[in-house]
């Protein structure tokens, strides 16, 4: 589906951002307390940003007090994603999001925090991992070095993973080939890929398997332009960088469940 989202458009999109990460924040409730969401009713873009700063500062606050705690670590890794999504503008020629350094800020803190809690629990919450996978997609599209794009899609393709070990249907497979493909792990991306067709029924079937086919073909380009980048000398990296998760409208968490 496409959207017009020149002029007005681009800013009823960026309050639909505010709005998504606003409901994000109300999960927030059981662990730092509630907040007045009618206070939020109303607000722009930046207040509603602020005040979803001030929730993860609060949950950040708790977390500094019993660092091991699990359920906090989600509690910030929620506020933090929400937060930064509340920032996330979009390019109104591309629909490409547009991290400013607040949102990118606050991603990058949920990831170092979702990689904590990694450490401390053994059963993941599976939802938060959905969370972290989109974030982690978000990131790799707006990466501007290899490093950052190849780190964030690792990361997309490790939540995802989680994701489809509680839930392996048809859409959230073919989700997790895709960013297997992108991270260059082809023989997994490739084994999500045929159990994603195998549930597939009727039209759906050939719609999964052209997107794993294209997918594939982006991995392959993917691999090319990151050993030509790979050789670039230090100094010399001005030349366009192709990034493999740029032009994919939303995020490919998108495709359903």
Not at 139 to 165: C, F, K, N, P
């Amino acid at each position: 589906m496409l959207f017009d989202i020149r002029g007005r458009r681009k800013h009823v999109v960026r309050v639909v951002y505010a709005i998504l990460a606003l409901l994000m924040g109300a999960s927030l409730f059981l662990v730092v307390g509630p907040f007045n969401l009618g206070n939020l009713a109303g607000t722009s873009t930046t207040e509603a940003s602020k005040i979803l700063d001030e929730q993860a500062e609060q949950a950040e606050a708790r977390l500094a007090r019993e660092e091991s705690n699990p359920n906090l670590m989600l509690a910030v890794v929620r506020a933090r994603v929400a937060a930064g999504n509340a920032e996330i503008e979009v390019n109104p020629q591309t629909g490409e999001p547009l991290l400013n350094a607040e949102a990118q800020q606050d991603l990058s803190q949920a990831a170092g925090i979702w990689k904590l809690y990694l450490k401390e629990t053994d059963e993941v919450n599976s939802s938060v991992a959905q969370l972290m996978a989109n974030t982690y997609f978000t990131l790799a599209r707006s990466g501007r070095s290899l490093e950052e794009i190849v780190e964030s899609l690792d990361g997309a393709a490790a939540a995802q993973r989680l994701v489809t070990e509680a839930r392996p249907s048809v859409g959230l497979l073919t989700t997790l080939a895709t960013y297997e493909y992108l991270a260059g792990n082809f023989k997994a991306a490739d084994k999500a890929g045929k159990e994603a067709t195998s549930k597939a029924t009727g039209q759906e079937k050939k719609q999964v398997e052209e997107q794993i086919t294209e997918y594939r073909q982006r991995g392959k380009q993917w691999e090319t332009e990151k050993k030509r980048i790979a050789k670039v000398e230090k100094g010399q990296g001005k030349e366009a960088l192709q990034n493999p998760a740029a032009g994919l409208g939303g995020s490919t968490g998108a495709l359903g469940e």
